[in-house]
């Protein structure tokens, strides 16, 4: 039997995804309260690993069971066995042939900025505080530059892994409430560090330090070192993982709201 799983975590304390010996990581805590509920070892697979410090509120799993529970068991029980920082959200039993990372067909992201004079106390971890003003209007000129399928090269990591940069971002949106601003990114997949360093060219844009247009040409230059910073990893969540209809697993976005 596989189940899937929606899982939401606070990535602040984690030293990211992956399982790694000697350091604490949301899918080692994961499969100890899965493997305790089901009373035997339990190894998942996810939608997206995230980087140490990264968060999420749509992450997808699925695991491989023999083991007979009610879809509340394994998200009731599960979360009796995971720190507060990690709660499962939904279970479902779905075709053997669903897998949580290559049956997707889309990935959404949020990038959270807080955007004020002071430093943050109750939001610290959770968002890329910028104490200079920002511009959103800027950033969403810049955005349209980046929207459609493009070699990604200039805004990947260098050690990225990715057999090949092309990636297609179906919707890259910029908007303000208040002391916030908001990046979201839908793509067909992401390259390794790929929204954080969209976000650091945009609040560079928003900051007034480039013209709009230097997004475009950053990417055109297909070369890291030219881009702006990597954004922290503390304003970033995984919000939505997007599936066939065939696979029954339509699921409203959560999206991160502060303030």
Known sequence: MRIALGVEYDGTDFSGWQAQAGTRTVQEVLEGALSRVADRPVRVVCAGRTDAGVHATGQVVHFDTEVVRPERAWVLGTN??????????????VDPRFHARFSAVSRRYRYVILNRVTRPALLRGRVW???????AD?????????????DFTSYRALACQARHPVRTVHRLEVQRAGELLYIDVLANAFLHHMVRNLAGVLVAIARGEHPPHWAREVLEARDRTLGGITAPSAGLYLVQVNYPASFGLGRPVRLPMFG
């Open 138 to 150: 800027r950033a969403r000129e810049a955005a349209v530059h980046l929207a459609g399928e493009h």
């Open 129 to 135: 505080w910028v104490y200079r003003p920002l511009h």
């Open 80 to 93: 009796v066995h995971l720190p507060p920082e990690v709660s499962v959200c939904w279970a479902r039993a």
